[in-house]
């Protein structure tokens, strides 16, 4: 068989690859020559590759979604509109204190923290004044050198994991994601580090510093335990760095995203007078509707969403829907990303068995605090059109837009193949040419 020749990019390429393979075979041996570094190079070979086969055998199956994720809302243009204000610039200190704020304002709360920023301080105070210490047998030489003391402390666990801190602070701050559940695990991380520096002062020092973790760490659990009343309710205090740094907070992360229209989540008979309240009626109307219209049918109920709206979308039907009848309720989510704002990749979500097949589509007009990316309502409805999707019911939201749900009233050809779905996506241009 005869080859195809190279291109001057891929030959170019080729060589590339194959110099530094060969610089880098030729570095490891000329480091694996000393025998005292035979067995610390095995043993970073080993470590490498026992990396590999345990990352590899999720990273393998998972691949293009983790690089899908990582080109859109990591690091590519969706992330833009999840920015809560200006990009901050890698020059001030705010775009390198945003995570910082997380997982203080989030994950340990001011009444811990405090306790270990003053353990981390306590210990750099430590270290500092034991840097002069010399070496008995000869005056003036250090005790170690800089770079081995360096070295030397990576080693340990506790450099171990400080490492691991840093880099992932490093890593997470590169995206303009704002999510709040990235920086969860490195509260575990720094809680860890804290407790080991307390354990390692004096007697007196450690038994103050503990006494005041577990005291803070009492006043966060106990207000955790309920959200109204007590140390459940919200208070902070205004720091330079952190911004509003909560002391005392119940409520979770949905409970403070509705306290921003308003909506006091905490007392149910509250949240349901008064404007805010509404939200809640919307979802309560709709269970009741889509429940009446799945009453005497034998399909099974699965209902998508064409709209992403923060107060009315599938988690808040699906929560009222379980609330109210006991049951979990199927919902999925019309998603641009994935194969494009295009009426061909709507029809395509709610022909193929693989997303359930939907039998219901609740679509609403446009809003302004819709989550990114957003679907063309229009152009959902079209597709739906286009599976024999009917409108049942239409109601309005407390912010005058206004909901709508279809129903499904003819079966998706079956056995549903690539074929199928082509010939509905060409039928579907047809009709709407």
Known sequence: ??????????????????????????????YAAE?????????????????????????????HPVFRYLTSYGYGSPTRTL??????????????TVRLSQIV?????????????????????????RRDTVDPSGPGVPQVRRMERVVAAAKTPAGTI?????????????????????????VPLVVVLGVGCIMRRSPLVRAVLLAALLSGVLVVGVGKMTVTGGLADPRCVQLPV????????????????????????????????????????TNERAARVLHAATEGRSE??????????????????GLDWRVRYGQQLPVGQLRPDEGGDTVANYLRALADPQYGQPTYLFTTDRGRHEFPPR??????????????FELEARFPLPDGRQVRLYTRRVPVPAPFTGRVLRELQAACQSAGA
């Open 162 to 186: 400080t490492l691991v801190a840093v880099v992932s602070y490093l890593v997470l701050t590169t995206s303009t994601n704002p999510g709040t559940g990235f920086t969860l695990p490195l």
């Open 1 to 30: 068989a005869r080859s195809e020749p190279q291109t001057a990019d891929q030959t170019t390429f080729t060589l590339l690859t194959e110099r530094f393979g060969l610089a880098v075979a030729v570095a490891a041996l000329l």
């Open 375 to 388: 679907v063309t309502q229009p152009r959902a409805e079209r597709a739906a059109a286009c599976l024999g």
């Open 105 to 129: 304002n989030e994950g340990l709360f001011l009444t811990t923290a405090v306790v270990l920023i003053a353990a981390f301080a306590v210990a750099a105070v430590g270290r500092w004044r």
């Open 300 to 317: 099974p109920v699965v209902v998508f969403f064409a709209s992403r709206d923060p107060f009315f979308n599938t988690n808040t039907l």
């Open 83 to 96: 920015i809560r204000g200006s990009e901050p610039s890698p020059l001030g200190t705010r775009y390198w």
């Open 35 to 63: 025998s005292r570094r035979r067995r610390a190079a095995l043993n970073v070979g080993l470590a490498a590759a026992t990396t590999a086969l345990v990352a590899g055998w999720w990273y393998a199956p998972n691949l």
């Open 242 to 281: 952190l911004g509003c740094a909560p002391v005392t907070d119940g409520r979770g992360h949905i409970q403070r995203q509705l306290a921003v229209i308003g909506l006091d989540a905490r007392d149910a008979d509250e949240a349901r007078r008064g404007e805010p309240g509404g939200w809640v009626r």
